[in-house]
């Protein structure tokens, strides 16, 4: 837009989890100039507030919790059915949840720090048991550098900074009594919403939102640890019910029925393509629809494989390329399938056919636009500067759409 004429009015301002002091300042910023600049439309911090944090909670009820990885996978992944027959979402939109602590690590924070669970304490200008705020509110998991600076300062004690929970704190750099426990409050983040993107069709899941879950599981200090939301939701029962949000992303539409799409989506990259192709099936739409997905067992980790072979003898799938990386001694990815499949796949692209890339950002989605890239050149007969250009033309006129994390 600078390129263009437009006018920066306020520097880039970057957060990670811990946001809320940078974040407000920025708001405060950007209303700031606003009122500065016009008389005719008022704005408040609160109104603005409003418009960026109100959502629409929906109640639902989990109605599956499978695990799709088969026995001797290294993976666990999850299709989870959530039924809400008031929900509205559309393909490319994400389901927002803000997850609980597991209650076994909050019990042993209460016994560490000897503090009765039926204690009242504030945060942030909201006071409960501390048994509710660190269950459903606070989080502590994976302190950030910020949070673990200002707990040094409060016991006094040097503390490197690791990637560190609030249990393994208070193990490792005990307080010296149950009042400082309260200033260790006060320094904690609210636990920030985790986003899924949307696994199912509003057309042919009436009633419904699927996810696809992967749960992360890991190692510090030789000790096992889980992600936070993809546990929580990976241990939910059937007939349990969840509170979420539905998050629209712009960037990331299905296109209309009768353009030609071009899926990319490893692992669990997936899940919009489920909803795209579902929702294609449903609706009758005339485009063709070009799947790349990639895992690391075929017999183990092919995710919805029944749905996907079904589409494609229906002829609702017209193209579907796979790359099982441990199947072979050679690894091989989705974009080494793209590079063999190189021609057609150009022609589809010159041909108006949409790309949507959805998983991981590193390094899988770097590759992908590398090989684009590569392809687009050698296909096209371009430079190396025509073909990035052609690809950023694709990106600015959202003839290629991500999704990545």
């Known amino acids: 837009f600078e390129k263009l004429g437009g006018k920066r009015i306020l520097p880039l301002q970057k957060c990670d989890l811990d946001y809320d002091v940078e974040a407000n300042d920025w708001f405060n910023k950007v209303l700031q100039f606003i009122n500065t600049k016009t ?11 409003k418009r960026l944090t109100t959502k629409k909670i929906y109640t639902g009820t989990i109605a599956a919790n499978i695990n799709l990885n088969a026995t001797g996978s290294n993976k666990q992944t999850h299709h989870i059915e959530i039924i809400a027959e ?33 204690k009242i304490i504030a945060f942030k200008k909201e006071s409960d048991t501390i048994l509710n705020l660190l269950t459903k ?24 900074i690791v990637r560190m929970d609030l249990l393994d704190l208070l193990r490792i750099y005990p307080l010296k009594n149950t009042e400082q426990f309260e200033e260790v409050i006060g320094i904690l983040n609210a636990i920030p919403p985790r986003l899924y993107t949307i696994a199912s069709s509003p057309t042919a899941h009436n009633g419904e939102v699927h996810l696809t879950v992967a749960k992360d599981v890991f190692e510090i200090d030789g000790v096992q640890k889980f992600g936070l939301c993809s ?22 539409k299905l296109v209309e029925a009768t353009k030609d799409i071009i899926m990319i989506g490893p692992g669990t990259g997936i899940a919009p393509f489920r909803s795209f192709v579902a929702e294609r099936d449903a609706t009758g739409a005339s485009g063709r629809n070009w799947l790349f997905f990639g895992d690391q067992h075929f017999t183990t980790d092919f995710s919805y494989q029944t749905e996907w072979q079904n589409w494609f003898s229906t002829g609702v799938l017209t193209n579907i390329s796979l790359a099982f990386s441990r199947d072979q001694q050679e690894k091989m990815y989705v974009q080494h399938r793209m590079l063999e499949q190189a021609k057609e796949l150009y022609e589809w692209i010159e041909s108006g056919a949409i790309i949507y890339l959805a998983g ?24 190396n500067e025509e073909a990035a250009q052609y690809f950023e033309k694709m990106k600015d006129e959202l003839r290629f759409m991500e999704d990545l994390y």
Do not use: W
Request: glycine fraction near 4%; charged fraction near 25%; proline fraction near 4%.
């Open 39 to 49: 008389v005719e439309t008022p704005v408040t911090t609160a109104l603005l507030a």
């Open 86 to 118: 008031d929900v509205e979402y559309e393909c490319g939109n994400s389901l927002g949840i803000i997850p609980e602590n597991d209650l076994e690590t909050v019990t042993e924070i209460l016994t560490i720090v000897g503090i009765s669970r039926s």
């Open 137 to 160: 509110k606070i989080n502590i998991t994976y302190l950030q550098e910020n949070t673990i600076k200002k707990y040094a300062a409060i016991i006094q004690q040097e503390i490197p």
């Open 231 to 252: 546990r929580f939701l990976t241990l939910q029962k059937n007939d349990t019910q969840l509170n979420f949000f539905i998050q629209p992303n712009k960037r990331f």
């Open 360 to 383: 991981t950002k590193n390094p899988m989605g770097k590759d992908v636009e590398h090989t684009l890239v590569q392809i687009i050149k050698e296909q096209g007969n371009k430079t």
